[in-house]
Nanobody, 129 residues
Framework: QVQLMESGGGSVQAGGSLKLSCVAS??????????MGWFRQAPGKGREGVAS????????YIADSVKGRFTISRDDVRNTVWLQMDDLKPEDSGMYYC????????????????????WGQGTQVTVSS
């Protein structure tokens, strides 16, 4: 089982930037976090896949809604993934959840929550206009 701990959320004005971090804690070396990334959820809406990255950063996914503004990166030695969010918009507001899975959970423009095996507790991002 992978424990995920997020940090870096906060409140910014539109056009600003935030960087989210997620550290995975594993008891033993594991494939449980082969894929790590982020989902977000606005009040009253479903959980939306934002970005994911595979081990060794071979494969990345960025949702169309954030492409060109968000960047995902990963350090496999530190079991850490980051989400750099630039040019933030009010519609980017929501709770951001770190996710980990042994296999890809985003494909062809869709991300599937039922393929995620571990979730973080979430970190709030609020963008004001």
């Amino acid at each position: 089982q992978v424990q995920l701990m997020e940090s870096g959320g906060g409140s910014v004005q539109a056009g600003g930037s935030l960087k989210l971090s997620c550290v995975a804690s594993l008891n033993t070396p594991s494939s449980s976090n082969n894929f790590m990334g982020w989902f977000r959820q606005a009040p009253g809406k479903g959980r939306e896949g934002v970005a994911s990255v595979s081990v060794k950063s071979v494969r990345t996914y960025i949702a169309d809604s954030v492409k060109g503004r968000f960047t995902i990166s990963r350090d496999d030695v530190r079991n850490t993934v980051w989400l750099q969010m630039d040019d933030l918009k009010p519609e980017d507001s929501g709770m951001y959840y770190c996710a980990a899975a042994p296999t890809a959970y985003c494909d062809r423009g869709e991300c599937y929550t039922d393929l995620v095996r571990s979730w973080g507790q979430g970190t709030q991002v609020t963008v004001s206009s």
